[in-house]
């Protein structure tokens, strides 16, 4: 019977190696300054102990050994990148875009952001309802009658400042990750790559290395940015390897609604025709790095000579990548927002 695999990475072990000595040693550098970059092997970093487990069911990790053939499938290519072999073939090049897309939401951001915002939802869910319906709530919710003191212990955790704690369930996180890397990967496919190799200067990578680049002339940065409107992707690849995925928009710009040629530039895109290669530079290495740097959730990672292209502005921990606010963020007193009871008929 083959053992159950207990540490689950959601960076993998074969990315990580492309940041690491021969010996697998790589440095971790935590965001939260209290705390001093150590150094330590792959194995170790990127990781949680049964992340991707699955309680009750008859194989517990299969999800993990799922995630290891993807890995394996996408490692294979990035060796057949630093050969040589790029642009790459469009299966590849599809699998490779697939097997980011699932690295941009297997984080344990991505688990924290769900928990935050469903917790935030059920706070404005309950408070706006008032207290006296509280019970009313909790009979929808959880089917039961609860008595006053249960009542009144929902009523107080579900109204605190951020809602509830919660803990969503592992299944329902790799459903959302299935789901929502299978929609992301058709804008990673959709732009053209560049490869950039670098000699004398280094990438470091993170643990939410797929960084989303705003553009310079967004006029509205309040907006946000997504995989639709990023001007462009980046992902270090190894350490000495950077991939950008420019705007494929720029090179629909001359074209008319209607017009063939953008079927044309589509088909070309997603054939590689338009990838190309360069030589890293100075400023695409900054370029690359800072964002990585920023995207980073909770650890930066590099290689143990390359401590010079590590930004010297990093951002604090933050496990939460999406927030709402306004109605959501509201007071309760305990009186319901509207005029009569929820539930309550016209006759009532």
Same mark, same amino acid.
């Given at each position: 019977?083959?053992?159950?695999?207990?540490?689950?990475?959601?960076?993998?072990?074969?990315?990580?190696?492309?940041?690491?000595?021969?010996?697998?040693?790589?440095?971790?550098?935590?965001?939260?300054?209290?705390?001093?970059?150590?150094?330590?092997?792959?194995?170790?970093?990127?990781?949680?102990?049964?992340?991707?487990?699955?309680?009750?069911?008859?194989?517990?990790?299969?999800?993990?050994?799922?995630?290891?053939?993807?890995?394996?499938?996408?490692?294979?290519?990035?060796?057949?990148?630093?050969?040589?072999?790029?642009?790459?073939?469009?299966?590849?090049?599809?699998?490779?875009?697939?097997?980011?897309?699932?690295?941009?939401?297997?984080?344990?951001?991505?688990?924290?952001?769900?928990?935050?915002?469903?917790?935030?939802?059920? #706070?404005? /869910?309950? *408070?706006?309802? +008032?207290? $006296?319906? =509280?019970?009313?709530?909790?009979? %929808?919710?959880?089917?039961?009658?609860?008595?006053?003191?249960?009542?009144?212990?929902?009523?107080?955790?579900?109204?605190?400042?951020?809602?509830?704690?919660?803990?969503?369930?592992?299944?329902?996180?790799?459903?959302?990750?299935?789901?929502?890397?299978?929609?992301?990967?058709?804008?990673?496919?959709?732009?053209?790559?560049?490869?950039?190799?670098?000699?004398?200067?280094?990438?470091?990578?993170?643990?939410?290395?797929?960084?989303?680049?705003?553009?310079?002339?967004?006029?509205?940065?309040?907006?946000?940015?997504?995989?639709?409107?990023?001007?462009?992707?980046?992902?270090?690849?190894?350490?000495?390897?950077?991939?950008?995925?420019?705007?494929?928009?720029?090179?629909?710009? #001359?074209? /008319?609604? *209607?017009?063939? +040629?953008? $079927?044309? =530039?589509?088909?070309?895109?997603? %054939?590689?025709?338009?990838?190309?290669?360069?030589?890293?530079?100075?400023?695409?290495?900054?370029?690359?790095?800072?964002?990585?740097?920023?995207?980073?959730?909770?650890?930066?990672?590099?290689?143990?000579?390359?401590?010079?292209?590590?930004?010297?502005?990093?951002?604090?921990?933050?496990?939460?990548?999406?927030?709402?606010?306004?109605?959501?963020?509201?007071?309760?007193?305990?009186?319901?927002?509207?005029?009569?009871?929820?539930?309550?008929?016209?006759?009532?």
């Amino acid at each position: 019977m083959t053992p159950v695999a207990k540490l689950h990475h959601f960076v993998p072990q074969a990315y990580l190696r492309g940041f690491a000595t021969e010996k697998e040693r790589i440095v971790a550098v935590p965001l939260d300054t209290t705390r001093s970059p150590f150094t330590t092997v792959v194995k170790n970093v990127g990781a949680q102990t049964h992340f991707h487990t699955i309680p009750g069911v008859e194989e517990p990790d299969g999800f993990e050994k799922f995630l290891s053939s993807v890995e394996g499938e996408a490692s294979a290519i990035i060796r057949r990148i630093e050969g040589g072999e790029f642009p790459l073939p469009q299966e590849d090049r599809m699998t490779l875009s697939h097997y980011l897309a699932l690295q941009a939401v297997r984080g344990p951001d991505t688990r924290r952001t769900i928990e935050h915002l469903q917790a935030k939802m059920i #706070r404005l /869910e309950v *408070g706006a309802g +008032g207290r $006296q319906n =509280v019970g009313k709530w909790i009979q %929808g919710y959880f089917g039961f009658d609860a008595d006053e003191d249960q009542q009144q212990r929902i009523w107080d955790e579900a109204t605190q400042p951020g809602g509830p704690p919660l803990t969503i369930a592992v299944g329902d996180h790799i459903r959302h990750m299935v789901e929502t890397a299978e929609e992301l990967t058709v804008y990673l496919v959709t732009r053209p790559w560049s490869l950039h190799q670098f000699d004398r200067r280094s990438l470091i990578t993170c643990d939410a290395p797929v960084s989303l680049i705003r553009g310079r002339d967004d006029a509205e940065p309040w907006m946000g940015v997504g995989f639709a409107n990023a001007s462009a992707i980046s992902v270090p690849l190894t350490r000495k390897l950077g991939l950008i995925m420019s705007d494929p928009l720029v090179l629909l710009e #001359r074209f /008319e609604d *209607g017009d063939p +040629g953008i $079927q044309q =530039v589509r088909d070309r895109v997603v %054939g590689g025709q338009l990838d190309a290669v360069q030589v890293g530079t100075t400023a695409v290495e900054r370029l690359i790095n800072e964002h990585t740097a920023h995207n980073a959730r909770e650890y930066i990672y590099r290689h143990p000579d390359d401590q010079r292209f590590v930004p010297a502005e990093l951002p604090g921990p933050n496990l939460i990548t999406m927030d709402a606010h306004g109605l959501l963020d509201a007071d309760f007193d305990g009186e319901p927002w509207f005029g009569r009871d929820r539930g309550q008929s016209d006759q009532d």
